[in-house]
């Protein structure tokens, strides 16, 4: 690991640290609000006052989490003194905090059930549909890559069905934060976790606002008795997966909100199909969201090399690229999903996917079945 893949860290698990003294800032900027107000108007307010107080109580429970995750990734990644001094909070890093918080609602909850079961049942359906004749204690033999697996729980649901799993992922965030839960966590339910706190608007009540959860909802131990094998690569996708000892590597590969993730969605594509076996298939599931659409262009950006420019497309021509690529669509549908959206928000976004099944590659004969949801 080199001083500028350290110093990302550091500055990842100081944004992780600073999460209570942010929450408290936001928090503050209420109350001073609410102070602001005629005396009349705020004695209408005094409910909201002791709302506040309460929230304040679950920014604390929150904490919990937030800085154990902090102790480890430190112990983990960063041992020694040369980055425990504070360090500037980078721009947008608290929000991804907050994301996380989010995320492990989605992925580590028993409420997050009803989420996961829109986006990751259905890629785990196929996944056994394919290999029902073979046994659990022989599935181990089966490689499952898993790109873009953030807090690890798509991986880890894979792996509980006795394959052989590896997730990928880039984002130091959810790297730390799928290593902490995974290696420190010994049991159920062992953190309480107020995963909406973090905005104010669209609760339909106070209740919702702290609604509370609890996490992790299965021992994460568990993996250990399924039989397989299960691990995490660190990296982008593409330069991990190129290399020469990952060609024709893996059994299944399964993206979930992962496409659309690349400013190139090609080298995804390509990358993909490097690393498949012949005769190996990929599920995908996920929207169009083209992650790097809003980088901002100037009239030197083109000579800058830092920028990283983006190629979007419509899922009219995906599906005529993926066809120039080799491969042919036999079945398609659409099923509706959210994102750590909160179930009581008066505000949902819902993410129409797409479904294809049966991908063949043409080349060398080499079929895939593929879903694209």
Not at 140 to 166: E, M, T, Y
Not at 232 to 252: I, L, P
Request: include cysteine.
């Amino acid at each position: 690991m080199d001083e500028d893949e350290e110093g990302v860290i550091a500055d990842t698990l100081e944004a992780f640290r600073r999460y209570g003294e942010i929450m408290g800032l936001k928090i503050n900027m209420r109350r001073h609000g609410l102070k602001s107000l005629k005396k009349e108007d705020q004695a209408l307010l005094i409910e909201f006052s002791d709302h506040l107080d309460q929230l304040e109580e679950a920014v604390i429970i929150n904490c919990k989490l937030a800085n154990d995750i902090e102790k480890f990734g430190r112990n983990q990644f960063l041992p020694g003194e040369k980055y425990a001094l504070p360090r500037p909070l980078r721009p947008g890093y608290v929000d991804k905090v907050l994301t996380t918080m989010k995320q492990f609602w989605r992925d580590w909850s028993k409420d997050g059930m009803l989420e996961r079961d829109m986006s990751y049942k259905p890629i785990i359906d196929e996944i056994e549909l394919k290999f029902m004749d073979i046994p659990m204690n022989k599935r181990n033999k089966i490689n499952v890559l898993v790109p873009g697996a953030g807090l690890g729980r798509l991986p880890f649901d894979i792996a509980l069905k006795g394959f052989s799993v590896q997730g990928n992922e880039f984002s130091y965030f959810m790297l730390i934060s799928s290593f902490f839960v995974l290696n420190c966590l010994k049991s159920s339910n062992d953190y309480f976790l107020f995963p909406f706190i973090h905005t104010f608007s669209n609760h339909r009540s106070n209740k919702d606002l702290l609604y509370k959860c609890s996490i992790p909802d299965i021992n994460p131990r568990s993996i250990i008795s399924s039989g397989s094998s299960f691990s995490t690569s660190m990296g982008e996708f593409t330069e991990v997966y190129s290399h020469s000892d990952m060609e024709s590597f893996f059994d299944v590969i399964a993206t979930c909100f992962f496409i659309d993730t690349s400013p190139n969605v090609i080298s995804y594509i390509r990358t993909i199909w490097y690393s498949l076996k012949p005769g190996g298939f990929w599920i995908n599931l996920g929207p169009l969201l083209w992650h790097y659409e809003d980088n901002t262009y100037t009239e030197k950006s083109p000579e800058d090399k830092n920028l990283t420019c983006s190629i979007e497309l419509s899922l009219e021509t995906l599906i005529q690229l993926i066809k120039n690529l080799g491969f042919e669509i036999e079945k398609r549908k659409t099923i509706n999903t959210t994102y750590i959206g909160n179930p009581c928000s008066m505000l949902k976004y819902i993410y129409e996917t797409e479904f294809w099944k049966k991908y063949i590659h043409n080349f060398d004969e080499i079929k895939l079945d593929m879903i694209f949801l």
